[in-house]
């Protein structure tokens, strides 16, 4: 049976500077606290001084009824610019977090680029795969939502593809 891969860019433009994005989104041991289809973030090592190796395991759970277990391991930081990690689990693949200045706050870009492991989402892939994307829109609707909650800010706008 073929491995599954999936593209999903998230685009959230918030009123907020970008250190306090940056510092919200980097504390991943957090994010339970205001996001909630995290619904838990065991930080399983802790890396360099930097970050880098750091080794998270994230349990979410989006619309669908099924929770997504993978663990994401750290491989860059450049504070207030990007952060990016490899995940492994349920699904295997890169996540990458862009930061930049705007006039009026900050642009924060996801960009999640991963491939399925479990047989049943591979087999469930040709009709299943609009809600796949579907249930991760709305995650990170949600996700954009509670950050701008969060920072007391305004979520301005949100583009998906």
Do not use: C
């Not at 930080?43 to 970050?51: A, K, R, T």
Request: glycine share 6%; hydrophobic share 40%; net charge positive.
């Amino acid at each position: 049976m073929p491995i599954t891969e999936y593209r999903f860019s998230t685009v959230w433009h918030l009123d907020a500077p970008v250190p306090r994005v940056w510092d919200t989104i980097h504390d991943a041991k957090r994010w339970p606290e205001w996001w909630k289809n995290v619904e838990r973030t065991i930080e399983l090592s802790h890396g360099d001084p930097d970050g880098i190796g750091a080794l998270h395991r994230y349990v979410w759970k989006g619309v669908l009824p099924y929770r997504i277990v993978l663990d994401m391991r750290i491989t860059r930081v450049e504070p207030m610019k990007a952060l990016e990690g490899e995940a492994s689990g349920m699904v295997e693949g890169i996540g990458r977090w862009h930061f930049s200045p705007l006039d009026d706050g900050t642009q924060v870009r996801y960009d999640w680029h991963v491939r399925t492991t479990k047989p049943w989402m591979n087999l469930l892939a040709p009709l299943a795969r609009p809600l796949f994307r579907w249930n991760h829109d709305a995650i990170m609707r949600e996700g954009g939502l509670a950050l701008a909650r969060r920072l007391n800010a305004r979520l301005i706008r949100i583009e998906q593809w």
